[in-house]
């Protein structure tokens, strides 16, 4: 897990979809963390457009939307930025990730061809490790069973774990919705299920989301229900003490604590 270099790894959970106030209302386990000082808990403002696609790109390398080139959710080509995942092979690290195929299709192929990148192990690419799903719905709960195969499989120093459900019942049903509130509960419980072997195996743990949701099922434009959500950090090599901070700032907080710089 541990390379040579660093000494470190991490685990970032992309809650699709999660609106900040729903998680501090729904998320019981990250928050009962907060509150006893062992995780920290940020409010996080969203890059603009807010949507799915263009928000990966700016988690994964801190290069806003204007200067990245993926403009909208159907900019189906490859990333033209420098990603975590290429910083974390570039001083020998692994990286891996279980995730919706637009992230495959971001950082290591395009076109996504379901019979051939649905799993991706031992590869070249950037993402060396990936289990990649194609269905909004796909349950999360196999989504983080598939991210436990390859943290077992290859421990990997950087792992992206990238969830749909919220955002997939958040347009079905809305924020409003009990259905949307519900999503937001499970993930924390299924989360709940592999924190602490996250935690004793060594890995520093970050959650947030790319962008929120509106009573009207939408994201995409300047609300703050579309453009505030929630990070939630575990990790002793973080230290600062700030309530929000801009989205745009993730990728060099991911490269500091796992010393990406060095």
């Not at 729904?26 to 920290?40: C, I, K, W």
């Not at 570039?90 to 990286?95: A, K, M, P, Q």
């Not at 060396?128 to 799903?133: A, L, Q, T, V």
């Not at 195969?149 to 290859?154: E, I, P, V």
């Amino acid at each position: 897990m541990q390379n040579k270099n660093t000494g470190r790894a991490l685990i970032l959970v992309v809650l699709d979809g999660c609106r900040y106030d729903t998680s501090i209302e729904q998320m019981g386990l990250l928050n009962h963390y907060v509150e006893n000082g062992l995780a920290t808990r940020i409010k996080v403002i969203s890059e603009l457009p807010s949507n799915s696609r263009p928000l990966y790109e700016v988690l994964m390398t801190g290069v806003p939307t204007y200067k990245n080139k993926i403009l909208t959710n159907n900019h189906n080509s490859l990333s033209g930025e420098k990603s975590i995942f290429e910083k974390v092979k570039n001083i020998g690290g692994t990286t891996a990730a279980a995730a919706y195929y637009w992230y495959s299709e971001l950082y290591n192929e395009t076109p996504f061809n379901e019979q051939k990148h649905r799993i991706q192990l031992d590869t070249e690419n950037l993402i060396e490790n990936g289990i990649f799903y194609y269905e909004d719905n796909y349950p999360d709960t196999h989504l983080f069973a598939d991210a436990n195969f390859l943290l077992q499989y290859r421990k990997p120093n950087f792992l992206l774990i990238h969830s749909m459900n919220i955002d997939d019942i958040g347009h079905k049903f809305t924020s409003n919705s009990r259905e949307y509130k519900a999503v937001v509960n499970k993930a924390d419980y299924i989360i709940g299920q592999y924190l602490n072997n996250w935690l004793e195996m060594g890995y520093q743990v970050m959650v947030t989301s790319d962008h929120g949701m509106d009573e009207n099922g939408l994201h995409g434009g300047t609300l703050n229900s579309h453009r505030e959500v929630p990070l939630y950090i575990f990790s002793k090599y973080y230290k600062n003490n700030i309530d929000e901070i801009s989205q745009i700032e993730i990728a060099g907080l991911l490269e500091k604590l796992l010393l990406l710089h060095h």
